[in-house]
C-alpha cells in the first residue's frame, strides 16, 4: 500500500519540494515527491513506521509558505517502489528564516547563519565577501531609533529606512517584531497570521483596530513582520519597541556594512477567503527558469528573460551584462532600448494574460481578460496564436475635463453651470485636476473628497453595507470604459450629498460589474475557454470580491497578477 500525502501549492518554485527532499533524506526515509502546478506529492510505503515518525517531526521544522493550501491524505493500492530521479535544484531566493534557523540566530547572534532552504541566499550569492554584521552594528541603529532620529539601514534584504512608528513620515508600511502586537493593533484572521509569518513574508494590507493606530495611520495600512537576520537582531535590541516605520523618506542617518546590497521589490499579497494574490513585487518568485527553449530575450527596466540552455533565467536586468540572442521582445515604455536589430514590443497586459494561463498550466488556450492596473481598464483576446486589445479605455485627457463633462449628456451643461456658480469647492477640484494633469483615479479620489488614488481605495474599505449605488462607467450604447462617464456620475452624488464611504465603495462595485457583465459577453462570442484577470488594480478589495462572485475569473498562481508578471508571459508571445 502506498501512503499519499498532498500539500496544496501554488508556485512554480521549488524551495519547499527541496527542503522536503533533503528532510526526509536526513530521516533515512525513501519518498517519490513530485510538484505540479496545484500540489505538491510525497509518496511513501505505507508500513513504514520510519516515516509516520518522520511526519511527526516534520510538523515542527517544515516553513509554512504563503503558497500552501490544504494538506490531504491517503492510502492507495499498489507497492511502493523508490525513483531515483532528482528534483531540480531551487535558484537562490530571498526567504525569510526557517524555525530552526530563526531559533539558532537567537542562540548564536550570526546573522549571516542559516541552512540551504532559507535566509538571503540571493544576496549573498551576488555581494561576493562576506560582510561584517555584530552586535556594534546593531546598537548604533538601535541607539539612533530610539533617540529620535531616522535611519538608512543596511539589511541583507537591501537597504530600509526605518524610524518609530511616532516619527513616521511618507508612504510606507510597519515592520513588526512580533505577531502578538499586531493582534493587539489589527484585526486579523488565521489566515492572516499564518501568511504574515510564513517563509515569504509579504506585506499585507490589514485593517486598524485600536484608536491610537486609526488616528495615525488611518483605517488600513500595509504590514508586515521582520523577515531577515539584521531586523530580528535590531527588534531584540530595541526592547519594548513592538514595530518600526518603514518608508521612502529621507533618512538622518546611514548605518551601513556594505557599499551595495542587491534589493528587490517587495511582495504584496492579498487575501480574500481561499483566494491568494500577489498583487506586486519581485521576491520569491524572482530568479527562475523557465523551460521555454526559443531564442528570444525578454527585456523590462526591471527584469530579463535570458535563455541559458534549454531554459530561460529570469532575473534582475542588471544582473545581466550581455547575452546571445536572435530577437529581444520588450515591454512598451522600456526607458532603454537593447542595442539589437530585431527588437519588438510587446504589452504589459499580453504579458500578464499570458503569464496567469501559463501559471495555471493552460498555456496554448484561449481566453478573454480584463486588464486593470492604474488608469487602465481594457479588455483583451488570445486566440492562443496573438493576445489581441478588443475593447480599450475612453483616453483620459485631464486638461480638456471641463468641456467633456459639460457635452457629456442631456442635461450636464446645467450641472456645470450650476457647479461654476453655487459650488466653489467642487469647482475647483475639476480646475485642479485641469491644471495639474491628474490620472482617472487621483481625479476620482479629489471628487469624493478625497487626496489621492490609494486613499480612494481605503476609502472603500470601510464600506459594511450590503450593495452599492450605480455608478456609471459606459455612455449610451458604447461598452467601453468612459472615464468622463464615472466623474460625471460621482460629480451628481456629490451635489447630492452621498456618504462618502458608500460612494467609494459604489465606483468599485458598479466597475466590476462592468467588467463582469463584458468579460461574460466576450466569452460568449468568442467561444473562449477561460477569463483571465490581470493587473494590480483588480487586487482592490472591493472590486475582486464583486468580479470574484460576478464570473470566477483566473488569476496568477505565485506571481503578480499585474505587470510585475509581463516577462514571464512574454515568454510565450
Same mark, same amino acid.
Given at each position: 500500500?502506498?501512503?499519499?500525502?498532498?500539500?496544496?501549492?501554488?508556485?512554480?518554485?521549488?524551495?519547499?519540494?527541496?527542503?522536503?527532499?533533503?528532510?526526509?533524506?536526513?530521516?533515512?526515509?525513501?519518498?517519490?515527491?513530485?510538484?505540479?502546478?496545484?500540489?505538491?506529492?510525497?509518496?511513501?510505503?505505507?508500513?513504514?513506521?520510519?516515516?509516520?515518525?518522520?511526519?511527526?517531526?516534520?510538523?515542527?521544522?517544515?516553513?509554512?509558505?504563503?503558497?500552501?493550501?490544504?494538506?490531504?491524505?491517503?492510502?492507495?493500492?499498489?507497492?511502493?517502489?523508490?525513483?531515483?530521479?532528482?528534483?531540480?535544484?531551487?535558484?537562490?531566493?530571498?526567504?525569510?528564516?526557517?524555525?530552526?534557523?530563526?531559533?539558532?540566530?537567537?542562540?548564536?547572534?550570526?546573522?549571516?547563519?542559516?541552512?540551504?532552504?532559507?535566509?538571503?541566499?540571493?544576496?549573498?550569492?551576488?555581494?561576493?565577501?562576506?560582510?561584517?554584521?555584530?552586535?556594534?552594528?546593531?546598537?548604533?541603529?538601535?541607539?539612533?531609533?530610539?533617540?529620535?532620529?531616522?535611519?538608512?539601514?543596511?539589511?541583507?534584504?537591501?537597504?530600509?529606512?526605518?524610524?518609530?512608528?511616532?516619527?513616521?513620515?511618507?508612504?510606507?508600511?510597519?515592520?513588526?517584531?512580533?505577531?502578538?502586537?499586531?493582534?493587539?493593533?489589527?484585526?486579523?484572521?488565521?489566515?492572516?497570521?499564518?501568511?504574515?509569518?510564513?517563509?515569504?513574508?509579504?506585506?499585507?494590507?490589514?485593517?486598524?483596530?485600536?484608536?491610537?493606530?486609526?488616528?495615525?495611520?488611518?483605517?488600513?495600512?500595509?504590514?508586515?513582520?521582520?523577515?531577515?537576520?539584521?531586523?530580528?537582531?535590531?527588534?531584540?535590541?530595541?526592547?519594548?519597541?513592538?514595530?518600526?516605520?518603514?518608508?521612502?523618506?529621507?533618512?538622518?542617518?546611514?548605518?551601513?556594512?556594505?557599499?551595495?546590497?542587491?534589493?528587490?521589490?517587495?511582495?504584496?499579497?492579498?487575501?480574500?477567503?481561499?483566494?491568494?494574490?500577489?498583487?506586486?513585487?519581485?521576491?520569491?518568485?524572482?530568479?527562475?527558469?523557465?523551460?521555454?527553449?526559443?531564442?528570444?530575450?525578454?527585456?523590462?527596466?526591471?527584469?530579463?528573460?535570458?535563455?541559458?540552455?534549454?531554459?530561460?533565467?529570469?532575473?534582475?536586468?542588471?544582473?545581466?551584462?550581455?547575452?546571445?540572442?536572435?530577437?529581444?521582445?520588450?515591454?512598451?515604455?522600456?526607458?532603454?532600448?537593447?542595442?539589437?536589430?530585431?527588437?519588438?514590443?510587446?504589452?504589459?497586459?499580453?504579458?500578464?494574460?499570458? /503569464?496567469?494561463?501559463?501559471?495555471?498550466?493552460?498555456?496554448?488556450?484561449?481566453?478573454?481578460?480584463?486588464?486593470?492596473?492604474?488608469?487602465?481598464?481594457?479588455?483583451?483576446?488570445?486566440?492562443?496564436?496573438?493576445?489581441?486589445?478588443?475593447?480599450?479605455?475612453?483616453?483620459?485627457?485631464?486638461?480638456?475635463?471641463?468641456?467633456?463633462?459639460?457635452?457629456?449628456?442631456?442635461?450636464?451643461?446645467?450641472?456645470?453651470?450650476?457647479?461654476?456658480?453655487?459650488?466653489? /469647492?467642487?469647482?475647483?477640484?475639476?480646475?485642479?485636476?485641469?491644471?495639474?494633469?491628474?490620472?482617472?483615479?487621483?481625479?476620482?479620489?479629489?471628487?469624493?473628497?478625497?487626496?489621492?488614488?490609494?486613499?480612494?481605495?481605503?476609502? /472603500?474599505?470601510?464600506?459594511?453595507?450590503?450593495?452599492?449605488?450605480?455608478?456609471?462607467?459606459?455612455?449610451?450604447?458604447?461598452?467601453?470604459?468612459?472615464?468622463?462617464?464615472?466623474?460625471?456620475?460621482?460629480?451628481?452624488?456629490?451635489?447630492?450629498?452621498?456618504?462618502?464611504?458608500?460612494?467609494?465603495?459604489?465606483?468599485?462595485?458598479?466597475?466590476?460589474?462592468?467588467?463582469?457583465?463584458?468579460?461574460?459577453?466576450?466569452?460568449?462570442?468568442?467561444?473562449?475557454?477561460?477569463?483571465?484577470?490581470?493587473?494590480?488594480?483588480?487586487?482592490?478589495?472591493?472590486?475582486?470580491?464583486?468580479?470574484?462572485?460576478?464570473?470566477?475569473?483566473?488569476?496568477?498562481?505565485?506571481?503578480?497578477?499585474?505587470?510585475?508578471?509581463?516577462?514571464?508571459?512574454?515568454?510565450?508571445?
Amino acid at each position: 500500500m502506498i501512503f499519499e500525502l498532498r500539500i496544496g501549492w501554488a508556485s512554480h518554485q521549488t524551495y519547499i519540494r527541496a527542503f522536503l527532499d533533503d528532510f526526509f533524506s536526513q530521516q533515512g526515509v525513501y519518498t517519490n515527491i513530485s510538484q505540479t502546478h496545484e500540489a505538491i506529492v510525497i509518496e511513501a510505503d505505507a508500513d513504514d513506521t520510519a516515516f509516520a515518525q518522520a511526519l511527526a517531526t516534520l510538523e515542527s521544522v517544515l516553513p509554512y509558505s504563503f503558497f500552501m493550501g490544504s494538506v490531504t491524505h491517503r492510502v492507495k493500492e499498489g507497492s511502493f517502489v523508490c525513483r531515483s530521479n532528482q528534483p531540480k535544484a531551487s535558484p537562490p531566493l530571498n526567504l525569510g528564516l526557517c524555525p530552526r534557523c530563526e531559533t539558532t540566530l537567537r542562540q548564536s547572534r550570526d546573522a549571516l547563519k542559516h541552512c540551504d532552504f532559507c535566509g538571503p541566499r540571493y544576496t549573498l550569492s551576488l555581494m561576493g565577501a562576506r560582510p561584517v554584521i555584530d552586535d556594534a552594528y546593531i546598537r548604533r541603529a538601535a541607539d539612533a531609533l530610539l533617540g529620535g532620529a531616522s535611519v538608512y539601514l543596511d539589511t541583507l534584504f537591501g537597504v530600509r529606512t526605518l524610524s518609530l512608528p511616532e516619527h513616521a513620515q511618507g508612504e510606507g508600511y510597519l515592520l513588526y517584531g512580533a505577531l502578538e502586537h499586531l493582534g493587539r493593533d489589527f484585526a486579523l484572521t488565521a489566515d492572516e497570521r499564518a501568511a504574515l509569518l510564513s517563509i515569504e513574508r509579504p506585506l499585507m494590507q490589514l485593517a486598524t483596530q485600536s484608536e491610537a493606530m486609526q488616528e495615525r495611520f488611518g483605517n488600513v495600512l500595509w504590514v508586515k513582520c521582520v523577515d531577515e537576520a539584521v531586523g530580528m537582531l535590531l527588534f531584540d535590541a530595541l526592547e519594548g519597541v513592538d514595530a518600526l516605520w518603514c518608508s521612502n523618506a529621507r533618512a538622518s542617518l546611514h548605518v551601513s556594512f556594505a557599499p551595495h546590497i542587491p534589493t528587490q521589490k517587495e511582495l504584496h499579497v492579498a487575501l480574500y477567503q481561499e483566494v491568494r494574490l500577489i498583487i506586486k513585487g519581485e521576491r520569491v518568485w524572482t530568479p527562475c527558469a523557465v523551460q521555454r527553449p526559443h531564442d528570444t530575450l525578454i527585456y523590462t527596466d526591471t527584469l530579463c528573460a535570458v535563455r541559458e540552455g534549454e531554459a530561460h533565467r529570469i532575473d534582475a536586468t542588471e544582473r545581466f551584462t550581455q547575452a546571445k540572442t536572435s530577437k529581444v521582445l520588450m515591454l512598451e515604455g522600456s526607458l532603454e532600448v537593447p542595442p539589437h536589430a530585431n527588437t519588438q514590443t510587446f504589452s504589459a497586459a499580453q504579458g500578464a494574460l499570458r /503569464a496567469a494561463l501559463w501559471t495555471h498550466g493552460f498555456s496554448g488556450q484561449s481566453s478573454v481578460g480584463l486588464y486593470f492596473e492604474g488608469d487602465d481598464l481594457s479588455f483583451y483576446f488570445d486566440n492562443t496564436l496573438h493576445v489581441t486589445q478588443v475593447i480599450p479605455s475612453i483616453a483620459f485627457e485631464p486638461q480638456m475635463l471641463i468641456e467633456r463633462l459639460r457635452s457629456l449628456r442631456e442635461g450636464s451643461n446645467r450641472l456645470m453651470a450650476r457647479l461654476e456658480h453655487e459650488d466653489g /469647492a467642487l469647482w475647483a477640484i475639476l480646475q485642479r485636476i485641469e491644471q495639474e494633469g491628474l490620472g482617472l483615479f487621483d481625479a476620482a479620489a479629489l471628487v469624493c473628497g478625497l487626496a489621492d488614488a490609494r486613499a480612494l481605495e481605503r476609502e /472603500a474599505l470601510k464600506f459594511s453595507g450590503k450593495g452599492g449605488i450605480k455608478v456609471d462607467c459606459t455612455l449610451g450604447e458604447d461598452h467601453r470604459f468612459h472615464p468622463y462617464a464615472l466623474l460625471g456620475s460621482l460629480l451628481s452624488y456629490r451635489v447630492a450629498e452621498v456618504d462618502r464611504v458608500l460612494l467609494c465603495y459604489s465606483l468599485y462595485e458598479s466597475l466590476a460589474d462592468y467588467a463582469a457583465s463584458t468579460l461574460l459577453e466576450l466569452k460568449s462570442r468568442a467561444k473562449a475557454a477561460h477569463i483571465v484577470l490581470t493587473g494590480a488594480s483588480g487586487a482592490q478589495a472591493s472590486f475582486f470580491s464583486r468580479l470574484h462572485s460576478k464570473c470566477a475569473p483566473l488569476y496568477a498562481k505565485g506571481v503578480p497578477i499585474g505587470s510585475d508578471s509581463a516577462v514571464l508571459g512574454a515568454l510565450t508571445l
